[in-house]
T-cell receptor, first 109, second 115 residues
Framework: RKEVEQDPGPFNVPEGATVAFNCTYSNSASQSFFWYRQDCRKEPKLLMSVYSSGNEDGRFTAQLNRASQYISLLIRDSKLSDSATYLCVVNNQGGKLIFGQGTELSVKP | GAVVSQHPSRVICKSGTSVKIECRSLDFQATTMFWYRQFPKKSLMLMATSNEGSKATYEQGVEKDKFLINHASLTLSTLTVTSAHPEDSSFYIC???????????FGQGTRLTVV
């Protein structure tokens, strides 16, 4: 089993749609969690950290369920510019960041 | 946010030559940096953890003699791909963190093509 697993993609959605990405992790000792965004042929960039209480940043909402070892990202009112690959990232002991395989999102007009 | 600079962004080299990639943290001191490799349509694969002043820690399956890592100062780590072969062609990305629980900042990546 992979340490971090994400929904298979791609997700093709119309502008304005709400889309949700899911991610599970296998190491219960994982300490912190992030969502990154990666555009084609570019480096990953932090979208948001994920906290146990859940957190929201504009159209983006992240949730963490430690008991189920599950992380989610919700994007509301999708924009064309949201098209990218979204990476679920888990921080394990020793400070290693483990990346999920990524979920590709394509927002169409 | 913190800035990590990676150089070069793109390199084409001949088989058998060595290529050095630099990763600098521009506005903070990074005792630890990480090197990743990414194949097309795949996720980032951690290659090694670069520790300032000591030997790098390599992930299973990564050849330490092939991928030499040097972390000579708190702001610079280098990855040297030695005796490069076409199968080493890939996107190499470094990252640095302020501490072990904060987010990572990534360099711009280096696209290596070995011909």
């Amino acid at each position: 089993r992979k340490e971090v697993e994400q929904d298979p993609g791609p997700f093709n959605v119309p502008e304005g749609a709400t889309v949700a990405f899911n991610c599970t992790y296998s190491n219960s000792a994982s300490q912190s969690f992030f969502w990154y965004r990666q555009d084609c042929r570019k480096e990953p960039k932090l979208l948001m950290s994920v906290y146990s209480s859940g957190n929201e940043d504009g159209r983006f909402t992240a949730q963490l369920n430690r008991a189920s070892q599950y992380i989610s990202l919700l994007i509301r009112d999708s924009k064309l510019s949201d098209s990218a690959t979204y990476l679920c990232v888990v921080n394990n002991q020793g400070g290693k960041l483990i990346f999920g395989q990524g979920t590709e999102l394509s927002v169409k007009p | 946010g913190a800035v990590v600079s990676q150089h070069p962004s793109r390199v084409i080299c001949k088989s058998g030559t060595s290529v050095k990639i630099e990763c600098r943290s521009l506005d903070f001191q990074a005792t630890t940096m990480f090197w990743y490799r990414q194949f097309p349509k795949k996720s980032l694969m951690l290659m090694a953890t670069s520790n300032e002043g000591s030997k790098a820690t390599y992930e299973q399956g990564v050849e330490k003699d092939k991928f030499l890592i040097n972390h000579a100062s708190l702001t610079l780590s280098t990855l040297t791909v030695t005796s490069a072969h076409p199968e080493d062609s890939s996107f190499y990305i470094c990252s640095a963190r302020l501490n072990t629980n904060t987010e990572a900042f990534f360099g711009q990546g280096t696209r290596l093509t070995v011909v």
